[in-house]
Nanobody
Framework: VRLAESGGGLVESGGSLRLSCGAS????????MGWYRQAPGKEREFVAR???????DYADFVKSRFIISHDIVMRTVSLQMDNLKPEDTAVYYC??????????WGQGTQVTVSA
């Protein structure tokens, strides 16, 4: 499965960004797509996930600021990020897999939040 992200950029603290990711290839009926992020000098961490049935999971630090959604027909997943903070600055990676297991990663898109 190949993934392609878009939508990153530079935004001021308190602003919003929307990330999108398109999947192509052999997509399983039961799958999960989501987002991880990696800030400079830190390990990659889970952000959010949505299953093909629409179940969502979020990292605690999301605190209702981020919303993940998907379009099954278009094979896309999006992450609406509101009230962004400087600590949200990171490279955001789209993921594909089954449950919590990730089998494919996107190339990443940079999100930078200025103070």
């Amino acid at each position: 499965v190949r993934l392609a992200e878009s939508g990153g950029g530079l935004v001021e603290s308190g602003g919003s960004l929307r990330l999108s990711c398109g999947a192509s290839g052999d997509i399983a009926f039961l799958n999960a797509m989501g987002w991880y992020r990696q800030a400079p000098g830190k390990e990659r961490e889970f952000v959010a996930r949505i299953t093909s049935f629409g179940r969502t999971d979020y990292a605690d630090f999301v605190k209702s600021r981020f919303i993940i959604s998907h379009d099954i027909v278009m094979r896309t997943v999006s992450l609406q990020m509101d009230n962004l903070k400087p600590e949200d600055t990171a490279v955001y990676y789209c993921t594909y897999g089954v449950g919590a297991d990730v089998s494919s990663w996107g190339q990443g898109t940079q999100v930078t939040v200025s103070a």
